[in-house]
C-alpha cells in the first residue's frame, strides 16, 4: 500500500513524533511505501529517512483552516503528494485536510486521520475540512466524547490507544540503574522522581514543584528531575528556576529517554491540561516504573484498575504529594509493582497491536 503523510517537523518534540515514527517504521516492515512530506529538518530526519520510500522537504505549511483562502498557497505540495499516486491520504491534524483534500480530489484515495489533539474549530470550518475524510483515528476516549461533542460523525471514529514496542523500554538491570545514576550525576541511593516534557504552564510543573517543597526531602535523600529545559528561557520558566525548593534538577529535553527512565523511581506528569493520552506514563510504565498522573483527558485510561490509586485531582499538590510519598519505598514494600506496570503496558499498549488496528482502517478506507 502506498501511503502519503505530512508532518511539520522531523524533531523529537513529544509523544506524537515518538509515535508517528514507531509507526511508520512498522508499517514500512510490513511492506508499505511510504512518502514524507515535511517543513524542517530535525533529529528524526536520518530515521524517517532509512524506511520512507521518499522524503519530500517543502517551505510552505500545510495547514489550513481556511482551505479556499489557502488552496493556492498549497497547491504545489498538493501536485507532488498527487504525484505518488497514494492508495492513502495519512493526515495528523485537521488543519491538514484542506492538503489531503485537494491530493483526493487528484487520486480519490481515501482520507484517513489521526486526530493527536482536540482544538476548537468553528463548525462551518471542520464541516467543509472533515466531509472528505473516510475515518478518524483518537488515541483516547476522552478525545472521542471531545471531538464528537464539537460535532464530529462518532461513526466514522476509531479509539486506538497508541503502543510502544516494549522492547525498546527495558526494565534494565540494578547495574544500569547505578550506572546511569552515575552518568547522570545522580546519588546512588536517593529516590528519583522525573519529569519529562516541555515546561509550559499547561503541563503544570510549578504544581510539580509544590509538591516537592511539601515533601521537604533532604537533596541527597531525594532529587527531582525536570527534563525539558529550552534553549532558551521565558518568563515562565524564569520564575520556575526561581520558586524551584532545593533537590531539583533541570536538564535539557533528551532524544533518548532510556537512560533516565532506567535512573528514576518514579515519573510524574502534572498536567493541567486535558492531555490526549500521555504517552511518557507508558515509556516510564514499560521499563518497570511506576507513573503518577494528574487524572485529566486520556491519563486515566493509561491509570486503570490497580494503578487508578497513582491518579490525582487537577492542580492538587497536596494530593500529589501524598502520592510521591506513598512510592518513596516501592522498591522495598511493593518489589511486585514494576513488573506490575510492565505487564500492564505489555497487556494494554503495544505497538504490533496499534498498527494492526492502523492496517485494517486503511484497508476498510481504500475498501471504500
Known amino acids: 500500500m502506498r501511503i502519503v503523510i505530512y508532518l511539520p517537523q522531523l524533531e523529537s518534540f513529544g509523544g506524537v513524533e515518538l509515535n508517528m515514527l514507531e509507526t511508520m517504521r512498522a508499517l514500512a516492515a510490513r511492506g508499505h511505501r511510504i512518502s514524507l512530506f515535511y517543513e524542517r529538518d530535525g533529529n528524526l530526519t536520518g530515521e524517517f529517512g532509512s524506511f520512507c520510500e521518499s522524503l519530500h522537504r517543502g517551505p510552505s505549511p500545510l495547514y489550513s483552516e481556511a482551505p479556499l483562502r489557502d488552496a493556492p498557497r498549497i497547491?504545489?505540495?498538493?501536485?507532488?503528494?498527487?504525484?505518488?499516486?497514494?492508495?492513502?491520504?495519512?493526515?495528523?491534524?485537521?488543519?491538514?485536510?484542506?492538503?489531503?483534500?485537494?491530493?483526493?480530489?487528484l487520486t480519490r484515495a481515501p482520507i484517513v486521520c489521526h486526530l493527536h489533539e482536540f482544538k476548537q474549530v468553528r463548525r462551518s470550518s471542520m464541516a467543509l475540512l472533515t466531509r472528505r475524510v473516510n475515518r478518524f483515528i483518537l488515541s483516547s476516549g476522552y478525545m472521542r466524547r471531545a471531538w464528537t461533542n464539537h460535532g464530529l460523525d462518532g461513526s466514522r471514529i476509531e479509539v486506538v490507544h497508541p503502543g510502544l514496542s516494549h522492547a525498546a523500554y527495558p526494565h534494565g538491570s540494578e547495574i544500569d540503574r547505578l550506572r546511569y545514576r552515575q552518568e547522570l550525576g545522580l546519588p546512588e541511593a536517593a529516590y528519583i522522581v522525573v519529569y519529562m516534557g516541555r515546561l509550559i504552564p499547561e503541563k503544570g510543573v510549578d504544581i510539580l514543584l509544590d509538591a516537592w517543597r511539601a515533601l521537604a526531602l533532604p537533596p541527597d535523600q531525594a532529587r527531582l528531575v525536570l527534563v525539558g529545559m529550552p534553549q532558551e528561557t521565558d518568563d515562565y520558566i524564569e520564575g520556575l528556576l526561581a520558586l524551584a525548593p532545593p533537590g531539583c534538577e533541570w536538564l535539557p529535553m533528551q532524544r533518548e529517554v532510556l537512560p533516565m527512565l532506567q535512573a528514576s523511581d518514579v515519573l510524574v506528569l502534572p498536567s493541567r491540561w486535558d492531555e490526549p493520552f500521555g504517552r511518557v506514563l507508558v515509556e516510564a510504565m514499560a521499563t518497570?516504573?511506576?507513573?503518577?498522573?494528574?487524572?485529566?483527558?486520556g491519563i486515566p485510561e493509561i491509570l486503570r484498575g490497580e494503578f487508578s490509586r497513582l491518579l490525582f485531582p487537577r492542580g492538587d499538590s497536596a494530593a500529589l504529594a501524598e502520592r510521591l510519598r506513598a512510592l518513596q519505598n516501592w522498591r522495598r514494600d511493593d518489589p511486585a509493582l514494576a513488573a506490575h506496570c510492565a505487564h500492564h503496558v505489555a497487556e494494554n499498549f503495544s505497538l504490533t497491536a496499534y498498527v494492526n488496528v492502523l492496517e485494517q482502517v486503511f484497508s476498510s478506507a481504500v475498501a471504500g
Open 75 to 105: 497547491a504545489g505540495r498538493i501536485l507532488a503528494a498527487g504525484r505518488r499516486r497514494p492508495d492513502v491520504i495519512f493526515a495528523n491534524n485537521i488543519s491538514e485536510l484542506a492538503w489531503a483534500a485537494g491530493v483526493r480530489a
Open 288 to 297: 518497570g516504573r511506576p507513573a503518577v498522573g494528574a487524572a485529566v483527558g
